[in-house]
């Protein structure tokens, strides 16, 4: 049995494109780029090149590029960075590696709003407006969200925060390669990337700062990234993130709109077979790839296991690093009911998802919902 | 037939091989360790619960080497509510409670046959010492273990029969030492790891020390030792998480002494001279019978776990509970453990109930 792959939120496979980059520079560029020497200009070569693919799939120049180890270093840097007595403003929905940073911040000394949620997903300008104060140091809001796939009305939020002289944060680490980024015309200061999130390697990802954006760095020791990330280049990673941000940047426009059309047509379907199932977020302020809906009555966890030993992986979006399932704190903050927070699903589709597989899907999916709701009445 | 069977799996070697027998003989498996969450770990580190379980990682490793699927299930909030909670209730009151009973009954052979329901899987197998046989009067009925030093049929007593054709025990006809050399054949990475002691939350067997991480607020004053004629013969501090029979910690001059009574009501332990905590007679609540009914007829019976049984007579009263009268008296049963019932032949569980008093 062909498994079926519905978890590109957690991971996506790596594009063959990423493999080949990888590849081609774990095997032959091992020198280090701080290097006078020709082995060091062919590592720095390489990460020029990937810094200008990353640049230009997110819609900035290259020197504003800081590689790092991924999107959850990305977070941390920008708030590890905020003075004491500051204070932030942060979306509830937020990925943890910004919640846990904003909740220490708040031991250490700032104040932190939590900004609520519609049920929806949507931060709501107006209200995001209200909670900035006299001395908010740093709002921040996820471009598009990590369990709903809902896209926040970033642009205006920035500009909301600009006026206002307050400094903004994206955490675009879903949204990179998913939509057309336009970056360098908002007043973003500070975002963040992940590179597996778009099929590059694990283990890299990027910071965006904006020209004339205070920084501090996370890591000290040395001058890599022009003095903003010490530490050796993992060169084989870059090269692999700017190969995938490349392919995915050709890809965008034609791959955006056939995983919307499979992501409806499996809402359409799910819809007709299970009628009380609920779909969670915008349908209209989403992603083009996800797609998450609960099953009232049902254990989001249990179905994931049910539909694992089918071949088909998705998700309840919120596992911890155990494996072992929590309420989805997303949905929560959404002000979804607890009983749907934990019935669940998270399916995120990807380059490699076909409209057969997707027809598979709900052929299993009706009649797992069926025996996962009998045995939990039983 | 190849079947889909849903493994309980601890990280410990006994469910790790349970896994790889059923593999072994062709069945599809699917091991699933569950997630038993803070009353575990607060009482094991006094620390808010992390993610990482490093017993979920062995057995995901063992599920790897073997070639299965293995899944982390959330059960903290039964664990807690089913499991933790009334232990601490239960010492509380005066009694001894034995929480790997409640946690076999509910969240192993109920919740997690309802999980095997919903992943498709025809029942629920684990690494415990039992087995599952035909009973003589036709069904299925539950029997002492091949190796009887690792028999655990005494927490198993309550298990309803309805549950019997659902659920199997790889290891019933294994000793432990070839569940081991298995183990060690097939490489498993849990094959050396030592045997778990005592209660799952209470590793360190330091029941009163759990209490106080478990209960914080539970008072847990000095209060009087006394001899049940009445002398007061020192002090304790706090009556909760003492148990009939207990001879160690108690401090007393002029031994031994036993603990007789807990009455935490009036925080006070009572102790007596060994022969005087024997008993010929126990009340039980809450009794279940694997068969329906009660047994008639001569039984073989135990207070406790590991306890030898002795012969003894079950007489039903009214309510679904019952009077044991043993042929020989039984050493210091306690309020809250299980009186246990084998058939004559000392081999098929009967069934039991909760003690609720001696005499």
Redesign the interface.
Known sequence: MEPIYLDHNASAPLRPEALRAFAAAAAGTFGNASSAHAFGAEARAVLSRARRQVATLAGVAPETIVFTSGATESNNTVFRALGSGAHAVVCATEHPSVLEEAAALRVRGPRVTLLEVGRDGRVDPARFAAALAPGTALASVALANHETGVIQPIAELAELAAARGVRFHCDAAQALGKLPLGLRAWPVDWASFSAHKLGGPKGIGALYVRPGAPFEALLRGGAHERGRRAGTENVPAVAGFGAACEAAGAALDGEAKRVAELRDALWAGIARAVPDAVRNGSHEHVLPHVLDVSFPGV?G???V??L??EHVAVSTGAA???????PSPVLLAMGVPDALARAALRMSLGPTTTRAQLQRVLELLPALVA??R???A? | MTE?WLVAMSGGVDSSVAAALLARAGHEV?GVTM?LGSGREAAVAGSKRC???PD?DDA?EVAAALGI?H????YRDEFEREVVAPFVAEYAAGRTPIPCIACNRVLKFDLLL???????ARGVATGHYARIDRAPGGGLGLFRPRDRAKDQTYFLFDLPRSVLDRVAFPLGGLEKRDVRALARELGLATAEKPESQGLCFVPDGDVRGALARLAPGDARAPGPIAARDGPVLGEHTGAAGFTPGQRRGLGLAGGPWYVAEVRTAENTVLVARGEELRASRVRVENASWLDGAPPEGPVRAAVRYRHQTVSARVRPTSGGGAELDFAEPVWAPAPGQAAVVWDAADERVLGGGWIAAAG
């Open positions: 254990s966890e249990a179905l296991e049910a694992d030993l911890c690093h155990s494996g072992s399932t929590e025996r996962v009998r045995a939990r039983a | 889909r699917v997630d993610c990482g379980l979920a995901r699927r899944y982390t299930a959330n309802r999980r095997a329901e919903a992943l498709g």
